[in-house]
């Protein structure tokens, strides 16, 4: 079955940028999702296929996709940043939607 | 307002059997392919099972095929999932999610339930 990394921690200043990595075999050639998580809540969509944002959702935050690695970038970040980000693909071999291991960010 | 309202969660022992529901309005649900996912204490999110919007078409985790049995009645703009042969590791929130349209691949949802949780534990 197909399989998504992420590393399991980010820390970052407020200000500063959050690269959050997203490795899984040609990820390239899916459409990745990026799921926020704050603790007790749901998760909220924050980037679709790939590089999309759904509305209401801040411009700081950003996705990209080349080879075998999808990045979610969070630019200026800020203090209310701080969650539990998943990625998500469709595994058509599979038939099976996949999440990635999920990465805490916090934020110093 | 998209709303998203699941009961039916509870304590089971290995072995036994619980059925979810997720009461859905806001939004035209037959339209739009649903999902379940769960999310055991203190661990990431797990994508369990996906109904797509017209035709039915189900989709399953290999951990729980074969147990476990997503449906829809779009009379009642209810989802379900019947959870049979219940298992220790099925302890875990289970949220109902509505799809970005109405099948993959296309992403899990744009809106989550606050969940019901399931403890399987003798």
């Known amino acids: 079955s197909y399989v998504l990394t992420q590393p399991p921690s980010v820390s970052v200043a407020p200000g500063q940028t959050a690269r959050i990595t997203c490795g899984g075999n040609n990820i390239v050639s899916k459409s990745v999702q990026w799921y926020q998580q704050k603790p007790g809540q749901a998760p909220v969509l924050v980037v679709y296929?790939?590089?999309d944002r759904p509305s209401g959702i801040p411009e700081r935050f950003s996705g990209s996709n080349s080879g075998n690695t999808a990045t979610l970038t969070i630019s200026r970040v800020e203090a209310g940043d701080e969650a539990d980000y998943y990625c998500q693909v469709w595994d058509s071999s599979s038939d099976q939607y996949v999440f990635g291991t999920g990465t805490k960010v916090t934020v110093l | 307002e998209v709303q998203l309202l699941e009961s039916g969660g509870g304590l089971v022992q290995p072995g036994g059997s619980l059925r979810l529901s997720c009461a859905a309005s806001?939004?035209?649900?037959?339209?739009?392919?649903m999902s379940w996912v769960r999310q055991a204490p203190g661990k990431g999110l797990e994508w369990v099972s996906t109904?797509?919007?017209?035709?039915?078409?189900?989709y399953y985790a290999d951990s729980v095929k074969g147990r476990f049995t997503i449906s829809r009645d779009t009379s009642k703009n209810t989802l379900y999932l019947q959870m049979n042969s219940l298992r220790a590791e099925d302890t875990a929130v289970y949220s109902c999610?509505?799809?970005?349209?109405?099948?993959?691949?296309?992403?899990?949802?744009?809106?989550w339930g606050q969940g019901t949780l399931v403890i399987v534990s003798s």
């Open positions: 109904i797509t919007g017209i035709g039915g078409s189900t």
């Open positions: 296929a790939g590089t």
């Open positions: 999610a509505k799809g970005g349209c109405s099948s993959p691949p296309c992403y899990i949802s744009d809106f």
């Open positions: 806001g939004f035209a649900f037959s339209n739009y392919a």
